[in-house]
């Protein structure tokens, strides 16, 4: 339940891994606007452990089910309970709209983000994500001009074993790969099981990670590759994030695992159409485009990529410095 204590403020991310990521700075802000106060999260059930290990917030919880009428009246009832003096809604998805209107005339002050425009479906790039400078506009917000960087989310539980690569049975330089769950935006499964043969011909062992919606792909990668190591689906987001700190690298179709292992400042190759290519001004990052098919990148392309962006004999390096310690 949601504390109960004045000077209480309420943070709701409820969009998923790439829009907490993306909230870094703002999550950061509202913090330095209220350093006495006690600040809640409400965002999913998937991202409330990383969530917890964020110097920001006193407390998470989860959204519950909007469509459940009395989990709808139960919730509420706890958060005019809490007597919450702001609420900033960083999603301004269904399900905060929904919360506001039930909260009723009397709600806390109110500042949301402008809901995401549609996506298109005929592009490539991920779904767009809401825009949060009106929050800033209106609430007097200063928010830091940077790029997200969760790097506590490493420091948070650096010591526990299940944070460590060799929880996994990883040893020695390892690679990243981070698909999409989107078929239609990711790089095929002969591609990413010819790149799994060079990594492991190398010295490299090539770790697939994401949701467990990953686990047939992996299936299909590891046909090709048995060298694999498939964490679809048994990583939740602070794992991944130490080993995405711990990686010599990471290749990706644009997936949301793939911007959490930015901002831990993981470097690497991102694979994408030529209509819809990625940025990512100030990372380590190179993009690959094709005009149709991805497909048509081949492995050893994305491996001389990360050969030539240093990632390579530098990961090489490190491993050596470490076995002579």
Known sequence: ?????????????????????????????????????????????????????????????????????????????????????????????????????????????????????????????????????????????????????????????????????????????????????DGARRWSASGYAGLARQMAESGFMPVLAGSKNLHGFGDEIANEAPQLLDLSGKTDHLQLAALAQEAAFFVSDVSDEMQLALSVGCEGAVICPAKSPYYAEGRHIVTLTAENDLGAIEPSFVWRTLDNMGLINNAHSDQLVAEAR
């Open 1 to 181: 339940m949601l504390g109960r204590k004045q000077n209480n403020i309420l943070v709701i991310k409820t969009d998923g891994l790439r829009g907490f990521v993306a909230a870094d700075p703002y999550f950061e802000a509202i913090r330095d606007a209220y350093p006495k106060a006690k600040i809640s999260l409400l965002t999913t059930q998937g991202l409330q452990r990383i969530a917890r290990a964020s110097p920001y917030f006193d407390q998470v919880a989860a959204m519950p089910n909007m469509g459940d009428r009395e989990a709808r009246k139960e919730f509420v009832r706890q958060l005019k309970a809490s007597k919450f003096e702001r609420v900033y809604d960083l999603s301004g998805d269904a399900a905060a709209r929904r919360l506001r209107s039930a909260m009723g005339p009397f709600r806390p002050k109110w500042f949301a983000a402008e809901q995401a425009p549609k996506p298109n479906p005929k592009s490539a790039q991920p779904l767009p994500l809401p825009n949060l400078e009106k929050i800033s506009e209106l609430s007097g917000l200063s928010v830091d001009d940077r790029l997200p960087d969760l790097r506590w989310a490493v420091s948070a539980r650096k010591d526990s074993a299940n944070m460590q690569p060799s929880w996994y049975g990883i040893s020695g330089p390892f690679g990243l790969l981070l698909p999409s769950e």
